[in-house]
């Protein structure tokens, strides 16, 4: 059974930065491509973007330029490198297959931006 946990959110000023982690276990990362997905309060959830086993990547329109996701086949491991920011941010963070999540959510990470 695959497992997510995810990490590394927390409480940030607009501005800030964050990198927030996901170690995958129970699956063969390596093939797998992977997303980010968020989802703020009263709000569907919604993928911030995808990168593939050989890391290519692509992201929403909305964190775009502020965004990097990156990987670590070797650590089972995906990353989300977010700069500048904004309140609109805050959201629950996750991680799973993309584009469409097929496994079981794992309990997300919160990312909060306010002053």
């Known amino acids: 059974q695959v497992q997510l946990v995810e990490s590394g959110g927390g409480l940030v000023q607009p501005g800030g930065s964050l990198r927030l982690s996901c170690a995958v276990s129970g699956t063969v990362f390596s093939i797998v491509t992977m997303g980010w997905f968020r989802q703020a309060p009263g709000k569907e959830r919604e993928l911030v973007g995808t990168?593939?086993?050989?890391?290519?990547?692509n992201y929403a329109d909305s964190v775009k330029g502020r965004c990097t996701i990156s990987r670590d086949n070797a650590k089972y491991t995906v990353y989300l490198q977010m700069n500048n920011l904004k309140p609109e941010d805050t959201a629950v963070y996750y991680c799973?297959?993309?584009?469409?999540?097929?496994?079981?959510w794992g309990q997300g990470t919160q990312v909060t931006v306010s002053s």
């Open positions: 799973n297959v993309g584009p469409r999540a097929v496994w079981t």
């Open positions: 990168i593939t086993p050989s890391g290519s990547t």
